[in-house]
């Protein structure tokens, strides 16, 4: 029993004691007692809220498949990293290229991968093992000669938009274009998630501007299309707040989609269940022509939105052209 001389109150499982002789307060009083307890709550809430949250660590074993000395990414055949990602092949940031020093292709290994917001790394590799790998493939970096923002059948396939409707590239005919690829499986946020978040942010960007363009278009070409589905897409789209009038997801056959990577410069390997694959944004201007190819992921919102203002000129411009 609480002491006779006081009143105890209980409050979200904390005990405020106060004299008795101020069980006659008036109940603005109490009132704004409790206000100011509400008050430091919801202080002490948002301060716990605004501060970062520590990146999350994974245990990971798996086997070097690619490394170059100097570079600061190492592609990996994982195995399956409990809660967060199935096992795939994929490239694995490093902080430094030394995160690597003595290791090779076809080393098995053991590392911890850091996950944040933003970005992710993978450091303190082990050596646990080594396997005989087969020989790597040849691969050809058409970039130069992508088919997209040229002359090709290919642009006049209808592939599916995340709206299960047949939708081809020449359907955006006079409007400034953004093309990528992705999957929406990717887990590391400084790969595929980045890409979206370009168009997101570019976007959005674009349509807040005064007197702005219109005549623009994103498309964010899925080379899984087992696994992304146009529901998958559309359900993608919603999580990064797209505009389905300015932003599409393709999807379609395989070989199609093999078949427009190609010819867009991009390299990935999706046999087995495994995706690896390097980046291309590619700008087309308003009069089909390609304009300019960033060859990275990070934060392109800017230079995204300027190839664009100026693409979409091209219509109106014939004296704007492009790289």
Known sequence: ???????TIVWDNCRIRKPRQLRNFPSQSLAGLFAAILLLGAATLAAQTDAPAAPRTFDVKGIITKIEPGKDEVVIQNETISNYMDAMTMPFP???????AGLARGDKVKFQLHV?????WADHFLKIGAVTLEKEKAHSNPASNTTIGKRSPLLDYKFTNELGQAVSFN??????LAVTFFYTRCPLPDFCPRLSRNFQDASQKLEAMKDA???WHF???SFDPEFDTPETLLNYGKSYHYDPA???????PPDKIAELARGAGVEYDASGGTINHNFRTIIVNAQGHLQMIFP??????DQIVSEILKAARVQSDPSVTGH
């Open 246 to 252: 300015h932003w599409s997801f393709f999807t379609g």
């Open 1 to 7: 029993m609480p002491p006779t001389d006081s009143i």
């Open 219 to 221: 498309i964010s070409v």
């Open 296 to 301: 990275t992921s990070g934060d392109l919102s």
């Open 171 to 176: 359907d955006f005919h006079g409007q400034a």
């Open 116 to 120: 944040d917001q933003g970005e992710s």
């Open 94 to 100: 490093l902080k430094t290229p030394d995160a690597v």
């Open 213 to 215: 363009p219109t005549n």
